[in-house]
């Protein structure tokens, strides 16, 4: 069994920036791919960055390319979601979550997190 909770969420103007943390219980975080997916008002959950057990592989959706970074510490237990040049399309909660394949795929995802939210106002 593992535990996420995720914070770092807020409000923030359209441009800033914001760093999510995932912070996992267990000792089996680091045997698991860990993925950020975020869900806005009235749509499906979407995937958002994906990173392998041991950070050497990552993976995002195209539009948060080159603005969003997934990274981890396995020694913290702690994943992260590096978020600049935020828009008001990023506005959204936003889960991470872990498991034994990691992909772009929700079925890829053994444990979730509860969310946290994140607003980017114009």
């Known amino acids: 069994q593992v535990q996420l909770v995720e914070s770092g969420g807020g409000l923030v103007q359209a441009g800033g920036s914001l760093r999510l943390s995932c912070t996992a219980s267990?000792?089996?975080?680091?045997?698991?791919?860990m993925g950020w997916f975020r869900q806005a008002p009235a749509k499906e959950r979407e995937f958002v960055a994906v990173?392998?057990?041991?950070?050497?592989?990552?993976y995002y959706q195209d539009s948060v390319k080159g603005r969003f970074t997934i990274s981890r510490d396995n020694a913290k237990n702690t994943g992260y979601l590096q978020m600049n040049s935020l828009t008001p399309e990023d506005t959204a909660v936003y889960y991470c979550?872990?498991?034994?394949?990691?992909?772009?795929?929700?079925?890829?995802?053994?444990?979730w997190g509860q969310g946290t939210q994140v607003t980017v106002s114009s």
């Open positions: 267990g000792r089996t975080f680091s045997s698991y791919a």
């Open positions: 990173i392998s057990s041991s950070g050497g592989y990552t």
């Open positions: 979550a872990v498991g034994p394949a990691g992909s772009a795929n929700r079925s890829g995802y053994r444990y």
